[in-house]
Each structure stands twice: as structure tokens, then as C-alpha cells.
DNA sequence: TATGAAAGCTAGTATCA
DNA sequence: TGATACTAGCTTTCATA
């Protein structure tokens, strides 16, 4: 599954990230290419999962999801029926943007984006009533300094 | 600037964050609709800033980024010279995805990601001797439960 | 507003160097 | 392999209802 990348490739996947609307004749130009190998390189990458999907990012201000919570979680529950229902909690919860398993004694991160901080309490007591937790702390967010899904390749 | 969506935008919008490449008659047929008054409202949405950008998602771990550390920041520094240095450093490194200012006793969280451990402490060593930081807690992602763009609309 | 037609581009493929 | 050429289908625009 390791496909090995060249500088080609890297260009590409940079111009990609940057600007997905840009044509195949743009891309080649910019990666000094042609088409033919260019749509080639994406092709594999497609199909090598190196790029995974396409889509556009939308403005969570502008939609009026104005509050952005990371919520540290600590549990005392480490069984596998617990697990498995926390998980697809936070799998069926849209306002759930990020989940991470983490190691050291926080055992959960979340990242939730919510409309306001009542959204945000609606979605905690949802949250806690489906599934037993010991210990939760949420961290609101300020400002969003720096948000990018743009990866370094 | 805040336009108000109706029901056929709401979905357009889903369908665009779900998948990007699909054909405008394909989005049409999907709200009920054609595909003239598709291209219009996707082009307000666009003038309006609600979609932000049109790209691709990569796949972290098939690019060898296989650490993911969030990382909890607390400062004594509060003058703006020292908030315009950190945040120029955190916008200027690339493994730095995302950075939020925070209430409460926490002033920063980042995420970030990196080849390794190995990287990561690179990336701290860097940081912290770019700028003063009273104290770092670095939370390291075992497992990455769930991973969206998708916005609730 | 939605529709349909029309113009100009682009993706994807085939062929050649 | 990479460049060139082709075409089906797409985006974008515009006239019309």
C-alpha cells in the first residue's frame, strides 16, 4: 500500500490541497508536467487511498456555528460493550467533528462545533446520559488561530 | 453578508462536502432540482464565503504523518508582542493543523502532526525556544476515532 | 425564479514519438 | 514514459417563459 512519492507527486498533492478546482492543464503546468501524467499520478494516488476525498470546506461562522469546544474525557469504564457505545455515539453525532483515543490518563479528545454554548450543554447531557463518564472537561475556544487541512508531504 | 439557506441549499451544501466531484446534474437530480438554479446558489454560497475552499483530503497515515498530538499550552506572557511572535510561528509551521485561543486557565491548544515522536520533539524544542511558554502538556492520539470536515447545515 | 439551448472547456482516452 | 490529438460530457452563460 506504501506508494513511494516523488517531487512530482508532492507538487501535485500540494496544488491539490491548495486549490482542488484547478484543471488537469493548470496543475501540469504549475508541477512542470503534462496532462497525460499528471491525471496518471492522481489516479494512483486515488487509488493508492494517498488521496482520500474530495470536498469543499465550508465557513462555520458564516453557517452560524459560532462555538468550538474541545472536551477532554476521562472514564472508568474500559470495557469492550462501553467502548463500542461511545464510539458510535460520537460516530452518529454530527456536531462530533474530531474523536481521538488518547494515551495517558485523559482517555478521550473531542473537538465539537456547535451554534452556542446551549447547544453545546444539549449535546453534553445527551452525551453523558447515553454513556457513563468520570470526569469531562470542556475547553472553549476563543479564536481560531490556525485551522488547515493541509498536510505537509 | 449572512445569507439565508433554504432547504435545497442545505443540501446542496451536503452533497458538495460529502463528495466534490460530483456533476452538477448529479447534484440536481439529488435536491430535486436542475442544474442552472444548482450553479447559481453554489455560486452565491461561494461570492457569500460560505464554501471556503474546494480541495482534497489526504490520507495522513499513507504519508507516513502517523503521530497526532494535541497540545495543551499555557503562557505567562499576555503582551501583544509576544501573541503576534507565537501565533507568526504556529501559522508559519506547516505540521501545526490547527491552533485555538482558549478560555479558562489553558491559553492554547494545538494539533499537530508529525512522522513521529521523534518529529514532534523537534517541533517542541522549536517552539519553545522561539517564544516563552510556562508549561506544555502534550497529549498523544492513539487512535483517531473520527475525522470529518462535514459541517452540520 | 426555472428551463433549455448553446458555447467553450475539461477530463479521460487513444495514439504517436 | 511523455507529448499531442480527439471526443464525450461537463460547466457556464444567456435567452426565454
New interface residues.
Partial sequence: ???R?DEIDRKI?VE??????QSLDEIARKVGSSKTPVWNRIRKMKD?????????????E??G?EA?F?VLIRTSEHEAEWQRKF?AT??AR???????????D?D??LKV?VKNARAYDQFYQALISEVKIYNVTA???????????????
Same sequence: chains 1, 2.
Fill in positions: 500500500m506504501s506508494v512519492l498533492l491539490l490541497q491548495q486549490d482542488a478546482s493508492a487511498g494517498i488521496i482520500a476525498r474530495q470536498t469543499v470546506l465550508l465557513d462555520a458564516a453557517l456555528l468550538c474541545f464510539l460520537l460516530r454530527p456536531e462530533v467533528l474530531e474523536a481521538h483515543r488518547l494515551a495517558g485523559i478521550y479528545i462545533r475547553l472553549l475556544s476563543m479564536e481560531e488561530i490556525k485551522f488547515t487541512t493541509i498536510l505537509p508531504v
